[in-house]
């Protein structure tokens, strides 16, 4: 076995990777991770009584309907190499809040389908990556890719899920509580919205945010593949071959 548990051919086929093959291996999970993300969203308001998305087009699983070039491109890039996590937006799918048949508590709901959505991502890429861990070595090369792309596949859809919980306007995880407050502690909390990107930058490039979100991440990160039969170890070398060095 070699490292991190891995057979020798995987090993041999992973040694290093080229501009095309980490490009192969990150862009469609994460791509997938944004866009049923956004999608996710459009259908549970939908299925909550309100049509605006779908009247407007953004039900579409076309990636470029839903792409902010710097949210969804430079972001993500910088934050991957700047603080070890994924961050960033996409173009957000519109909802009237008035149009819910429970505008309070179904705007909650709204906000929670798109980390759900990601959670059920990260299960199904980590199914991925077990089928390519054992395909045979006669399709080393598609094994491999499998392997890699499932892990990177996990490895966005619990970032996007798990940051996007954090309970801070306008992410997910805020909208999600300010579903549950008081309506005067609501409307207070509301007025931090215009500064809650900055806010969250700060906790993530401080690194005060790690020791509260770097637990969870690593529970799903490695918890997810374990349990389709990934030993933590082995997605730990993964990471190793796909990550940018820092």
Same mark, same amino acid.
């Given at each position: 076995m070699s490292p991190a548990g891995l057979p020798g051919p995987y090993n041999a086929?992973?040694?290093?990777?080229?501009?095309?093959?980490?490009?192969?291996?990150?862009v469609p999970p994460a791509l997938l991770a944004i866009t049923l993300h956004e999608v996710a969203h459009g259908w549970a308001a939908r299925a909550l009584g309100d049509r605006t998305a779908e009247m407007l087009g953004r039900l579409s699983l076309n990636p470029i309907k839903h792409v902010d070039p710097v949210g969804t491109i430079l972001v993500p890039a910088a934050a991957l190499f700047l603080t070890g996590y994924i961050f960033g937006w996409a173009r957000p799918v519109p909802v009237a809040m008035r149009n819910l048949r429970n505008p309070r508590r179904d705007m909650a709901l709204v906000a929670a389908a798109g980390p759900l959505s990601n959670l059920a991502m990260a299960l199904g890429w980590a199914l991925i990556a077990a089928i390519g861990a054992g395909i045979g070595t006669g399709l080393d090369n598609l094994g491999s890719l499998m392997?890699?792309?499932?892990?990177a596949g996990v490895l966005a859809n619990v970032l996007l899920a798990v940051i996007n919980m954090i309970p801070v306007l306008p992410l997910d995880g805020g909208r999600v509580l300010n579903g549950f407050l008081p309506p005067r502690a609501s409307d207070t909390f509301e007025r931090i919205e215009p500064y809650g990107m900055w806010i969250v930058f700060a906790l993530l490039i401080s690194g005060i945010a790690s020791p509260l979100i770097g637990?969870?991440?690593?529970?799903?990160?490695?918890?997810? =593949? !374990?349990?389709?039969?990934?030993? =933590? !170890?082995?997605t730990s070398g993964i990471l190793n071959l796909i990550l940018p060095p820092r």
């Open positions: 086929a992973m040694q290093s990777l080229n501009l095309i093959q980490m490009l192969a291996v990150w392997l890699m792309m499932g892990v637990p969870v991440i690593g529970i799903g990160v490695y918890g997810i =593949p !374990a349990l389709f039969g990934i030993p =933590p !170890a082995d």
